[in-house]
Each structure stands twice: as C-alpha cells, then as structure tokens.
C-alpha cells in the first residue's frame, strides 16, 4: 500500500469516526454517542424492547452502531420475520455483528427443526466456534447426505459440561439410524456423570433407556443407597447404571467405592465397565492425591478402554509413584489430538528416557523433546533444558512495514473492537477483536497480521489484546509484545525494596489480570495483582500501609505495593518456593500446605498433580512467564528447572507456619 493511499484511508476513517485522537489515547470522558450506546447496553441487559427501539436511531452513524443495531434485533429474534433479519445481514455484512446474528438465528431454526433455511444459510456462517450449532449442522449432514458424521458428533458431545438441544438431538438421530451405539450414549452419561452433571447424564441415559432415565437423579443424590439395594445386575443398562452409582461414590468415597467394586460388582460388569470404573476411581482418588491411586490404575486391563481425562490423571498418579512404563503406556493410549498436548509430548519423552532399552528409544525421546523445545510455554521450556539448551529472549521478528501498521489501522473490526473496550464494554470489544483476529478468514489472521494487529493494541495500552495476539502467532514471535512491561519503575523499584523477583511480579501480573489496570474477577479480587478486600485489607497493615481504604486497591502503586507485599510474604511462608507459593496467591496458602504432603516431588510432577485445574494451569503459566521476564529483564540465559526446584513436606517440621495468612 502507498503512503498516499494510506493518508487516505485515514482521512477516510477520520470522516467517520473510526480514526481520530481516540485511535490515539485512552478516551478521557464518553461523548453524547457514546452515552447512547452505553443506556442502549444497559437496556439489552434488561431486555428492554421499548428502551432500545427509542435510543437506536440516536446511534446511526457510530462506530459502534453494528453493534447497537445487534442488540435491538438481538431482543427481537424469536419474534422478527425474516425478512428483518436478512436485511441486518445485508446491512452488515462482512462484520463481525452480522456473524453473530446469523450464529443466534442458526441456533433457533436448530430448536425450531427448520433444516431447510438452517441447510441454506449454515455455509453462510463464518466463525464456525459454536458447538451446539456444529451439531445441528452435523444431523443435517447425516440427513441430507447420510455422511458419517458419529465420531465428530461423540467428540463434541462428550466435551459439552451441560446437556444441549443440538448435540442431544444429533446422537439421538444417530442412534435412531445405529451410526451411534448404546456405548456411545453410556459413555456420555458416565462422563456426566463424573463431572457432577446429573442432566447431561440423565439426557443421555434417555436416549438408550428412557424407562430407566428416572434412575439418574436418585444415582446421584445418594448412590450408596441406589447400590444397597440392588444385588445384581442382569440387563446390561442395569449394569451401566451400577457404574454410574459406583462413578458418584467415588466421588465422595474413591476406596469405598473401590471396596464395592472389588467385593460385589467386578464379576458382574463387562472388561470395559470395569477397566472405566476403576479408572474413575484412580481419576478420584489421584485428585485427592492418595498413594493408593496408581493401584486403583494398575487394575485397568486395557488402557484403550479409557478416555484421555481418566488416562491423564493415570498419567498424573504414575509420576507421584515414578512409574514410568505406566507413564509411557498411558500416554501412548491417548487419542492422536492430546498425544500432541506439550505436556503428554514432554513426559512421554521423559518416560522414554526413564525406560530405554536402546538407542532407538533414547533417540526417539529425543525427537519428541525437539518437536515442542521453544520458550513459547513450560513444557516446551522444560524439553528446551532437557536438549542441554538455556532459555533465552529470541531475537525480534522484522519490523513491521507501514503497510502491515496500516492495514491493522484501518481495519474496521479492530477499530470497532478498540473503541467499545475504550467506552467501557470490555467483553463486547473483546469478542469484536477475537473475531477479527481469529474467525472472520478460515484459519485466522496469519503471523504478520497477528503481529501488526497486537502492535496497535500495545500502542492504544490495551495490553491484554496485545498479549492475546501476539500469543497466537506460529512461526515468529515477538517478546515485547507477548511480554510487555507496563508500569516498569513502579514495579521494579516495589520489587527492589522487599528483596522480590521483579520478573516473578511481572510473570503473576501477566496471568493474574494481563495489565488491565481495573480488573476485577468474578470473586471480587481487584487491580493489577488481583487482591481480594480481606486480602489486601490484612496485607495493608502488616506492610505499614496507614490509612488504606478499600476504594484504593485499584490505585496502580497501592495496587502493586499490596500484591508484592503479600506475595513476598506467601513466598517467605513456602520457605522461597515460587511453585508453592504461586499455587497459594491462587487458591489460598492452606491448599498448598495439603498438597506438599507425600514424597519428596520434582516441582513440575508437583505442579501436574494439582488437583484444581485452574490452578495447575495457573501455576504453570506464572512461572513459565517468570522464566521468560527474566531472559528480557537480565538479558542473560535462564532455567525454569532452577525456579522449580522440589516440592515435598517442610524442610524443617519445626518451622513455624503462619496461620494468619490469609
């Protein structure tokens, strides 16, 4: 593009409002458009009809109109005729609100079984993200076609926590047609069921046996009870349900549930009942990090019979044991899609190692290691430092061309994006700009558009979209993008005075709140560092804070002078171990000291076996950032293995805990 031609598209975007001294700066105060837009979201979050048809032809001619027109029609869908839905389409087309409107009409002509209009208007449908609607798409297929679309329709289903119209109705048909079979649909209701979603189960388990669906529900408010009274199971839904009931036991009870299985139902239930119900028992019993779970595991007589959640966590048990060969026949189980998850990548490589008969072997651990080594994440950092190679910030990509910063400029989602998370709708500019980036071309933005696109973000501030794309590139990346450093002298000079890592406070701010300076979690925890009220209330004094004031934890210096103080407090209390001490910013320190319980671990087989997956992503991810802020910050190589260390009981029983920790 020539500088002419972009002076004026400028020019162009200035006339309408989608480029002006906002593209510049954070906005200062909403202008009268702007108020506009802000009551007509008030009134979508009411549902008020009457309210946005009065305030929309105020918003003609915003930037933000797409998305004004959206929520007025939005209101309306069930009821509008279609002839005013297709003249929205066509109104906006090509943005992402028209996207979004035909994603919400799909979904109503799949609940009304208007396959007709739904088989004309699905390939019209960009973002293709929504899984209830790729179901209502994958019964049309089957319809229309006879495709065989069964392992895409399990796949889906079985990852839904909830039940859903569309992907119950596409294993219904399914199984009407016998492309999904009576293990299909148990299996769906044992995950359910494991995952504490007695409707998704009882869904599934209505398909199969609808006489028996009623079960589901007294399954799973009291299974011990279900389980007395039946002695024996004949039919084979009987023993299913069995399995269900022993599925919820476990949950509360995983040896009670162990016990029952062993002393009356294993002769009962088929080699793949049992090997699923020992599984979830191991699952259950790994989850609250007992000894006794690989055993549970071993009882397993075909790995293949399991799905990658229960063999991950086998995966999770043998590495508290030092199983290896359970480790690497576990991981080898897995479908094609999580064998290639960094994390089973790395300790199949490990487990490899651990295990090598030969060359071969060595040499294909090797391989695996090579295929993940990069700074981009902790396992690929730990196959790094397997590979004998340091950690370190790569060079910078090749600039950016003014006609890759122009093209990001001028491109009307991104600015729309910019502009409503500027006025204060931060997930309505969130969805706007990951649509752009991610869904508006098959296969997203490529690494140059990535890269142009997370620079004007970084230079509106809007840190946490710069991040986020910067994050999606493949090929390149970019460290001061994916690693910016808001607020540096604040942090640093904070850092300094209480003996902190300043890249450790950088490595929690990036995962905590992404430098968004008014963050606030759905928990109430505030700022920078995230800091619930009781939290930095109690912090505040034991730092010398005089006179704090809730109202101040947003206040960026307070802010970070209240998250280090407690975090080099919660640091000191978990004798300098950032795993531990990461896990505790999370989810509070008393988990952790239950957790450390057990043999002597190396930190990132501690960090696996966290029961709480936020909080084993979460940790994991803190300390990676944290290796990646000190390659930046030092310039010098750097070893995540070294910020892990080991994790096991206290060093010294006689240390004292601090209890008042909150």
């Known amino acids: 593009m020539k500088f002419t031609q972009i002076l004026t598209l400028v020019c162009?975007?200035?006339?309408?409002?989608?480029?002006?001294?906002?593209?510049?700066?954070?906005?200062?105060?909403?202008?009268?458009?702007d108020q506009v837009i802000l009551e007509m979201h008030q009134a979508f979050k009411k549902g008020d009809k009457n309210r946005l048809a009065a305030l929309l032809p105020q918003a003609r001619g915003h930037v933000l109109e797409p998305l004004a027109a959206y929520w007025d029609m939005r209101v309306r869908l069930d009821t509008a005729p279609e002839s005013e839905i297709r003249s929205f389409l066509n109104t906006y087309a090509g943005s992402y609100y028209e996207d979004r409107l035909r994603n919400d009409w799909l979904l109503q002509l799949g609940k009304r079984r208007d396959w007709t209009t739904f088989t004309a208007e699905y390939p019209r449908y960009r973002m293709r993200d929504d899984r209830e609607l790729r179901c209502y798409a994958l019964a049309t297929e089957a319809m229309n076609s006879k495709a065989d679309v069964a392992e895409e329709a399990k796949r889906l289903w079985y990852s839904l926590r909830e039940a859903d119209?569309?992907?119950?109705?596409?294993?219904?048909?399914?199984?009407?047609?016998?492309?999904?079979?009576?293990?299909?649909l148990w299996r769906k209701a044992r995950i359910a069921m494991d995952a504490n979603r007695p409707r998704a189960a009882q869904a599934a388990v209505d398909i199969e046996a609808p006489r028996l669906s009623e079960q589901v529900a007294l399954i799973h408010a009291d299974p011990a009870k279900y389980l007395d009274k039946r002695i024996i199971a004949i039919t084979r839904n009987r023993k299913e349900l069995a399995v269900l009931a022993l599925i919820r036991l476990a949950a509360k009870d995983p040896d009670e549930a162990a016990d029952l299985l062993n002393r009356r139902w294993a002769l009962q239930l088929s080699q793949e009942e049992r090997n699923w119900t020992w599984g979830v028992i191991g699952k259950q019993a790994a989850q609250k990090l007992q000894d006794n779970a690989a055993s549970h595991f071993a009882k397993v007589q075909k790995d293949s019979d399991l799905n990658d959640d229960l063999l991950s966590w086998k995966v999770r048990a043998a590495l508290r044991q030092g199983q290896w060969r359970q480790v690497l026949s576990a991981t080898q189980a897995m479908s094609p899609e999580s064998q290639k998850d960094p994390a089973w990548v790395y300790w199949r490589a490990r487990a490899?190692?651990?295990?090598?008969q030969d060359t071969a072997q060595r040499q294909e651990a090797q391989g695996l290691l090579r295929s993940i080594a990069s700074v981009k994440g902790f396992y690929e950092q730990l196959a790094l430092e397997d590979?004998?190679?340091?950690?370190?910030?790569?060079?910078?990509?090749?600039?950016?061309?003014?006609?890759?910063?122009?093209?990001?400029?001028?491109?009307?989602g991104l600015q729309r994006a910019l502009y409503a998370i500027q006025i204060g709708l931060r997930p309505e500019g969130n969805r706007e700009w990951n649509y752009s980036t991610n869904l508006h071309t098959p296969g997203g933005m490529n690494d140059r558009e990535l890269l142009a696109a997370a620079d004007l973000a970084c230079q509106r501030q809007v840190w946490d979209r710069c991040i986020n794309t910067s994050d999606r590139t493949k090929d390149v990346i970019d460290f001061d993008q994916r690693f910016p450093m808001p607020l540096r002298e604040i942090v640093v000079r904070r850092a300094g005075e209480i003996q902190l890592d300043p890249a450790y406070v950088y490595g929690l701010i990036r995962q905590e709140s992404r430098f968004i300076m008014d963050a606030r979690s759905h928990v109430g925890a505030s700022g920078l560092m995230q800091v619930m009220p009781a939290t930095a209330k109690w912090t505040a004094k034991k730092i010398g804070l005089n006179n704090f004031t809730p109202d101040q934890i947003t206040d960026r210096e307070v802010n970070v002078a209240i998250g280090t103080g407690y975090l080099k407090l919660v640091l000191d209390d978990f004798e300098g171990s950032?795993?531990?001490?990461?896990a505790a910013y999370n989810a509070g320190p008393s988990r952790p000291r239950n957790w450390r319980n057990g043999p002597v671990l190396e930190a990132a087989i501690w960090a696996e076996n966290i029961p709480f997956q936020e909080t084993r992503d979460y940790v994991k991810k803190v300390l990676s950032n944290t290796t990646n802020y000190a390659a930046i910050l030092t310039r010098q190589p750097q070893s995540l293995k070294a910020r892990l260390g080991q994790v096991g009981p206290r060093n010294s029983p006689m240390a004292e805990v601090n209890k008042d920790l909150p």
């Open 12 to 33: 162009a975007l200035a006339a309408t409002g989608l480029w002006s001294p906002l593209a510049q700066a954070q906005v200062q105060a909403p202008n009268k458009g």
């Open 165 to 184: 119209d569309g992907c119950t109705y596409v294993a219904d048909h399914l199984h009407s047609g016998k492309q999904m079979n009576g293990l299909d």
């Open 578 to 582: 950032m795993p531990m001490a990461t």
């Open 352 to 356: 490899l190692m651990a295990t090598a």
């Open 387 to 412: 590979l004998g190679q340091p950690i370190t910030a790569p060079e910078r990509p090749m600039a950016l061309t003014p006609q890759e910063k122009a093209a990001a400029l001028t491109n009307p």
